[in-house]
């Protein structure tokens, strides 16, 4: 995977910057993530890690700078950004299941409202992909009645039903109790080892050093520190990365 | 009764009124309009000169549409069966029949029907109405057909008032703005009594019965009625000489129509007709026996429930409608936009921050005098209530979906759905289980709110109700069987829709 450094460029990130109202919370972030690249964003709270991820899709239009992902330019106003959003699969902390649908519903609605397929192959697929996540039983639960590892399983395979080029993930494991974290982990290994493009924020440490390519060390709106996760994680060079991996390793 | 005192007093009220809402509707509809509204409605349409010329004989086979009150027994009241019946009904009728004629009787309230006239909804009003200056300046009358007086009642139990002179210290009643009222405040400070005006004769009777007020100013025609109809009460003193009936039409309209009844009533008075109407309701007094509360609920039940038919209708059409508004503006309130959440904003504080009666009143008689074009009495209801509920349920619209987790839009986003696409098969569901209880609640205030349209004489429950005990007095038994109807409908529906709630919003 340290191959993909000279791959094409995946998302191209230059001199972002974003606020809310005179609160600067991106002041001028630059970064390239190449196709098939997993790179992890570690950081302290606050400090911008969801913003810059929610940046890449446009579900925060950006103050200054450009984003390029999959050859859209995000920031373009004449940009069909439903269109751009098919390419990117996004998993939410909260997993934002749709509780009114049953779990293959979740995963249809979207390749059926685009016309991307027929309700027969959507199903298909959805089903395809609930046994990826191994959850292929559940298909007609609704996510009430689903553990927060599966809710969040299915959550993946609903982004994957568009069948997205890249993937972002925001803090997928942190809502879940600790024994199904690891089931979940896997699922987006399982990913990672398909040669899927992936952004990821996590407070795994663990799992950002086995899996990523790349980790970002991101503070007070600015990519503070980066590298090879064994760079990072073995050998920081700032400070506050120093500081923030001592309190939380 | 609200019959002499009215055109001096009340009628420029009710047109300082009418200008009021229409000064509020200019600031809706632009400035255009309020003020030429605001002259005397009587110098609408010039279409009577085309008529003016016209033979009675040229009357046969046309139908005329004439205004009458809801409660004024025994000139017109429902029988238990829910028929306009009465002296003024019976007249009409049989000289319509005589002169070859037919009628449409609209039964719209005294104020109610006198607005009708003038802004020619319709074409003559019967309704026990005074003969007076004022009024003769706006309308033309017929020859009078009856002469009334007031006449003062006490309960039957009490020997004490046998006259005027024994009111001192007390206090009575009379209706508002009627000859009663001017009657008793005219006496009132040389016998030191106070005077509680009441607007029905049913309720003021029922202050007497109660002791709230130990004696009762009436006409006199009105009073001999509900004595013999054992409502309780027995006349002390000798009728004071007092007012004539006459029956009115628009000034320089239907000059053949009152052609035609002078000519009428003559001959019913010639021929004995007259006497005999006459004797029927105040001599000749249908029933004395008391009937029982079970007779009461099974005459007057179709009529309840023909009233009930029209508030059930009435709510269903106006709740449809008010759902239609409500998610519109709903949506508009939650715009980004400030235009569309401007609009939404004004129409939710200006339904919001005034009475129902007002728009009942401005819908069915400020519209027409607007426009020159009558209004459905259905349109005008539908109107009302619609648009008042429907600021509410913007509200609650707009409340629920912002209730919804912002986590579904962007992860419905976020899939590449487009933001209509994903209001419709993610947030609105999801809203729409949310906002149910607040809309059967939204329903059932409607639904109770719709007897509010009684004001402009729309048939509904509590309506049927007032006409019943208009005509037999029993008011209290009469409104409960009113509330338990309404308290039905009510439980009925307030299963059924949870019913609906747990199916559809699993
Ligand atoms: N929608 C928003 N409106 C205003 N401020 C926001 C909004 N979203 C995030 N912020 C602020 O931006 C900063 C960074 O937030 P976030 O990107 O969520 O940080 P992280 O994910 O690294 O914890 C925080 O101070 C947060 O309060
Ligand atoms: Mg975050």
Redesign the interface.
């Known amino acids: 995977m340290s191959t993909a450094v000279t791959a094409p460029s995946k998302i191209s990130v230059k001199a972002l910057k974003k606020s809310f109202g005179s609160n600067e919370v991106l002041k001028g972030i630059n970064a390239e993530v190449a196709e098939g690249e997993v790179v992890c964003v570690i950081g302290p709270s606050g400090s911008g890690k969801s913003t810059f991820l929610r940046c890449l899709n446009k579900l925060e239009d950006v103050t200054a700078g450009h984003v390029t992902v999959d050859g859209f330019d995000v920031t373009d106003p004449k940009v069909d950004i439903n269109e751009v959003r098919r390419h990117i699969g996004m998993v939410f902390q909260h997993f934002n299941l749709f509780p009114h649908m049953s779990v293959i519903e979740n995963i249809m609605l979207a390749p059926v409202e685009s016309k991307k397929q027929g309700t027969a192959e959507a199903r298909a697929t959805a089903l395809k992909l609930l046994q990826r996540v191994g959850l292929a039983e559940k298909a007609d639960a609704r996510p009430a009645s689903l553990s927060g590892g599966q809710k969040q399983r299915v959550a993946i395979a609903r982004a994957l039903a568009m069948n997205p080029d890249i993937m972002l993930f925001d803090e997928a494991t942190s809502a879940l109790d600790p024994e199904m974290v690891g089931e979940v982990l896997q699922v987006i290994k399982d990913l990672a080892g398909e040669g899927m493009t992936m952004v990821l924020v996590t407070h795994e440490m663990g799992f950002a050093r086995e899996v990523a390519d790349r980790v970002l060390f991101m503070a007070d709106g600015v990519i503070c520190e980066e590298g090879r996760p064994e760079e990072i994680f073995g050998n920081p060079r700032q400070q506050r990365t120093q500081d923030f991996l001592s309190k939380v390793l | 009764m609200p019959r002499i005192q009215q055109t001096g007093a009340a009628r420029p009220r009710t047109v300082a009124v009418i200008g009021a809402l229409l000064a509020l509707a200019a600031m809706f509809f632009g400035a255009a309009g309020a003020a030429g509204a605001a002259a005397p409605p009587a110098a609408a349409l010039p279409a009577a000169a085309a008529q003016a010329g016209a033979a009675p004989s040229s009357l046969s086979g046309k139908t005329f549409v004439i205004g009458t009150d809801t409660t004024f027994a025994p000139f017109e009241f429902r029988d238990a069966g829910g028929e306009l019946t009465g002296i003024d009904m019976d007249i009409i009728r049989q000289i319509a029949k005589s002169q070859g004629f037919a009628v449409e009787i609209k039964s719209l309230g005294f104020n109610a029907a006198l607005q009708a006239l003038s802004s020619n909804q319709v074409d003559g009003v019967i309704a026990g109405m005074s003969i007076t200056e004022p009024r003769k300046q706006i309308y033309d009358f017929s020859d009078p057909y009856f002469e009334s007086g007031v006449q003062m009642a006490v309960a039957k139990s009490n020997t004490e008032i046998k006259g005027y002179q024994d009111l001192r210290g007390k206090t009575v009643t009379a209706k508002t703005g009627s000859e009663g009222e001017t009657f008793a405040k005219s006496i009132a400070d040389q016998y030191g009594f106070a005077v509680k005006p009441l607007d029905q004769s049913a309720t003021m009777y029922e202050l007497v019965k109660s002791g709230n007020a130990v004696a009762v100013f009436d006409d006199y025609p009105v009073l001999a009625y509900g004595i013999s109809q054992n409502n309780g009460l027995k006349s002390v003193t000798e009728k004071e000489k007092g007012g004539s009936y006459g029956f009115a039409v628009n000034k320089g309209r239907n000059p053949e129509l009152l052609k035609a009844f002078n000519t009428g009533l003559a001959e019913m008075k010639s021929n004995g007709q007259y006497q005999a109407i006459l004797d029927k309701y105040l001599k000749d007094p249908a029933k004395a026996a008391q009937s029982s509360f079970w007779d009461l609920l099974a005459s007057s039940f179709p009529a309840l429930l023909k009233g009930l038919g029209n508030t059930v209708l009435v709510t269903a059409i106006s709740f449809a409608v008010a759902m239609v508004i409500g998610l519109s503006m709903g949506f508009l309130k939650i715009s980004t936009n400030v235009l569309p959440r401007g609009i939404a904003t004004t129409y939710v504080s200006v339904f919001r921050g005034t009475p129902l009666l007002v728009w009942a009143f401005f819908f069915y008689f400020g519209i027409p005098q607007l426009t020159g074009q009558p209004i459905d009495i259905w349109v005008a209801g539908v109107l009302t209530l619609s648009l008042n509920s429907g600021a509410y349920i913007t509200e609650i619209v707009r409340g629920s979906i912002q209730s919804v987790?912002p986590?579904?839009l962007?992860?419905?986003?976020?899939?590449?759905?487009?933001y209509a696409?994903s209001m419709q098969?993610?947030v609105v569901?999801?809203a729409f289980?949310i906002m149910t209880p607040s809309l059967i609640n939204q329903l059932i205030i409607m639904l109770k709110d719709s007897s509010l349209l009684l004001v402009i004489g729309f048939a509904e429950l509590l309506y049927q109700g007032q006409q019943i005990y208009a005509g037999n007095f029993r008011i209290t038994e009469t409104l409960l069987i009113v509330a338990v109807l309404y308290f039905v409908v009510i439980m009925l529906l307030t299963k059924l829709a949870n019913v609906a709630d747990k199916r559809f919003n699993k």
């Open positions: 987790d986590g579904q962007e992860a419905s986003r976020s899939l590449g759905l487009g696409k098969k993610v569901p999801q289980k």
